[in-house]
């Protein structure tokens, strides 16, 4: 087994505040990309609102009501300044997934017509492609894809190609691919979309954990993410959105918290975002979102970035010297991309892999990673995903060469 990588990282050595590692000393988790472990800080959060606390938001008259709304409404504002967007334009969902559905029915149905297109990506995961199928199959309208290139990027000669040729009403693009990690280069989408006069929508799932933003000086008109891939609760994503876009828009879900005044026939509504968040929302589970995005604020974001562009370098160098290992996305020197790495053993199934792998005490991800056109394009049925975080060291890296390059071994032989 090979040293660990002596590169000093300005990111502190923050291990220790993730009770699981305590519990499991052992563990190599490389599956970030899918959910990410919780800090302490988050833990408490919510178990304190739940001790201390605990009350409805936004109905109560009496104290502590008030106290659960001013805590709630305060991760509005933290969301705010965090991803550099007005608060009235942030709406609170289940997760990324139920935000690009909220964008599809609320503004797909009053603005999509027969024929019309939603320009999507190849790399797409399916939670931004199946929403846009179902509504453009109540509409008449259809989906069409930009291609991807060879390496793992978005193809865009045949993005512009698309846009101009095609009677575009709305784009709908990943901020950064879950499967491979390519960073797509987000202002350049948005510009191009917005010179043809058309909107659009980000997928920043994987984005927002990793990179610094400012959702303002990007300009997309739509930005989905979810908490529990930033080291929040699950339970908990964003809509983020111009505000007179939302002011244009009818409710997704119907009920209480969202109304103005309601009749037996009839019903007003809230401003945005009200308007969106019918019923009682996941309330802990925000308060812990709130104490996630203060936790990665004091890291930095650019620290965290530049921390896992660390260990993306090293794993890249570490695992493409083993024969018999096929690596998949673009080169890092000719391409932004995050840290994620997918990867196959030659004879050997990716779940197979992920399975000798969990043996060793090293979590990844196995499969088609909800990006089935994607796996198509590489013409493969699966691949095994490593994606790193702020609490993997060089050592992890280590521990996985290592054990590749045993499992590779295994397979050669048999």
């Not at 008030?66 to 509005?76: G, H, P, Q």
């Not at 917005?194 to 997928?203: E, K, N, S, T």
């Amino acid at each position: 087994m090979t040293e660990p990588l002596a590169v000093p990282s300005s990111l502190p050595q923050c291990k220790a505040d993730f009770p699981i590692f305590t519990h499991h000393p052992e563990l190599v988790f490389l599956d970030s990309a899918a959910s990410a472990q919780k800090p302490q800080q988050v833990i408490s959060a919510i178990a304190n609102f739940y001790a201390q606390d605990y009350a409805n938001i936004h109905r109560g008259a009496y104290r502590l009501s008030s106290r659960a709304t001013d805590l709630f409404e305060s991760v509005r504002e933290k969301a705010a300044q965090f991803f550099g967007a007005p608060a009235e334009g942030i709406v609170f969902t289940r997760n990324a997934t139920e935000a690009v559905n909220l964008v599809a029915y609320a503004w797909g149905l009053r603005h999509l017509s027969a024929g019309d297109v939603v320009l999507v990506g190849e790399m797409e995961h399916h939670a931004n492609l199946v929403p846009w199928h179902l509504v453009a199959g109540l509409r008449g309208a259809r989906v069409e894809a930009v291609r991807m290139t060879p390496d793992g990027q978005l193809d865009l000669e045949d993005y512009a190609h698309k846009l101009a040729t095609l009677p575009v009403k709305l784009v709908a693009l990943q901020h950064v691919s879950n499967a491979l990690g390519t960073v797509h280069p987000a202002r350049e989408l948005v510009e191009q979309a917005h010179g043809r006069g058309v909107p659009i929508l980000l997928d920043g799932a994987q984005a927002a954990p990793h990179l610094p933003l400012d959702l303002a000086a990007l300009g997309a008109d739509f930005y989905v993410l979810s908490s529990h891939k930033m080291l929040g609760p699950t339970g908990v994503g964003c809509l983020i959105a111009r505000p007179e876009v939302l002011r244009d828009l009818p409710p997704f879900n119907g009920g209480g918290d969202m109304i103005r005044e309601v009749y037996p026939d009839h019903s007003t509504y809230a401003d945005p975002p009200s308007r969106f968040e019918a019923g009682t929302p996941a309330i802990a589970e925000v308060i812990g979102f709130g104490a996630a995005l203060d936790y990665l604020k004091a890291l930095g974001m650019d620290q965290v970035h530049a921390h896992e562009q660390m260990l993306l370098h090293y794993a890249l160098e570490q695992l493409g010297g083993i024969a018999g290992l096929t690596l998949y996305g673009p080169d890092p020197a000719q391409a932004q991309r995050s840290g994620v790495v997918s990867f196959n053993v030659l004879g050997a199934h990716a779940h197979d892999v992920a399975g000798f792998l969990d043996e060793a005490g090293i979590c990844v991800r196995a499969g088609h990673h909800c990006a089935q056109p994607l796996m198509r394009a590489l013409d493969v049925a699966s691949t095994a995903r490593a994606s790193f975080y702020v609490y993997n060291t060089p050592a992890d890296v280590d521990r996985l060469a290592a054990e590749l390059r045993e499992i590779v071994q295994f397979f050669g032989e048999t």
